[in-house]
């Protein structure tokens, strides 16, 4: 049930653009964004509800297809501060595993000035 | 508490040894994760406490791991007899547990294990 997240990884000029997709095999509840810098704790940056609702934090925004079991986390004009490693959580049902989030392997993304 | 707590930061021990980890979770919440990332590596799920629910053991990799919650707010991961595969940053994460609400994961700094 671990969603698939591409790409692996995203090398970026400072005010570049860049698209992270998470995808599942199973229909989801919700859809969760972190992020992770190096030697840190993940962060959480959002959640995303089925609807296909899409949501912005900053130049950082994402969507959420319910339909594809699929979401995608846009950043930008990007910052040399948005470098790290992003990981989608994927909630797939509210029943007995309430909570528990899958996580994909994540996608490390650099910015270069 | 301001957020999620752990410790120690940083544990070194032999293999064979027994290590407890310890987590506090912010005050309030009802739910609790230990996940398991090593080197380079995406987040591995270990357990899940809700409440006073039963909890969810199903990503513990082994019956050396163990974790129990006590008084529904501080977790001790267990691992016994330690193996050098077992050498990761051992993560927990807290969240609230409201009917219908989103539950946002709230991630501790970490226990970076190392086995000799």
């Known amino acids: 049930q671990q969603p698939v997240q591409s790409p692996q990884a995203v090398i970026l000029r400072e005010g570049e653009d860049a698209v992270i997709n998470c995808s599942s095999s199973?229909?989801?509840?919700?859809v969760h964004w972190y992020r992770q810098k190096h030697g840190e704790a993940p962060v959480f940056l959002m959640i995303?509800?089925?609807?296909?609702e899409q949501k912005g934090h900053d130049k950082i925004s994402a969507s959420f297809n319910e339909k594809k079991q699929q979401s995608s986390l846009y950043l930008t004009a990007s910052q040399l501060s948005y470098s790290g490693t992003y990981f989608c959580?994927?909630?797939?049902?509210?029943?007995?595993?309430?909570?528990?989030?899958?996580f994909g392997r994540g996608t490390q993304l650099t910015v270069w000035p | 508490g301001a957020g999620v707590s752990q410790s120690p930061s940083n544990k070194v021990t032999e293999k064979g040894k027994d290590v407890e980890l310890r987590c506090d979770p912010i005050?309030?919440?009802?739910?609790l994760y230990w996940y398991r990332q090593s080197l380079g590596q995406g987040l591995e799920f270990l357990i899940y406490?809700?409440?006073?629910?039963?909890?969810?053991k199903s990503g513990l990799p082994s019956d050396r791991f163990s974790a129990e919650r006590t008084g529904g707010s501080v977790s001790t991961l267990t691992i016994q007899r330690t193996q050098q595969e077992d050498s990761a940053v051992y993560l927990c994460?807290?969240?609230?547990?409201?009917?219908?609400?989103?539950?946002?994961?709230?991630f501790g700094p970490g226990t970076r294990l190392l086995v000799l």
């Open positions: 994460a807290s969240s609230s547990s409201l009917a219908g609400g989103l539950q946002t994961q709230y």
């Open positions: 199973k229909a989801l509840y919700s």
């Open positions: 995303l509800l089925k609807g296909g």
């Open positions: 959580g994927t909630e797939v049902d509210r029943g007995s595993t309430l909570g528990r989030l899958y």
């Open positions: 005050s309030g919440h009802t739910a």
């Open positions: 406490f809700q409440g006073n629910s039963a909890p969810d």
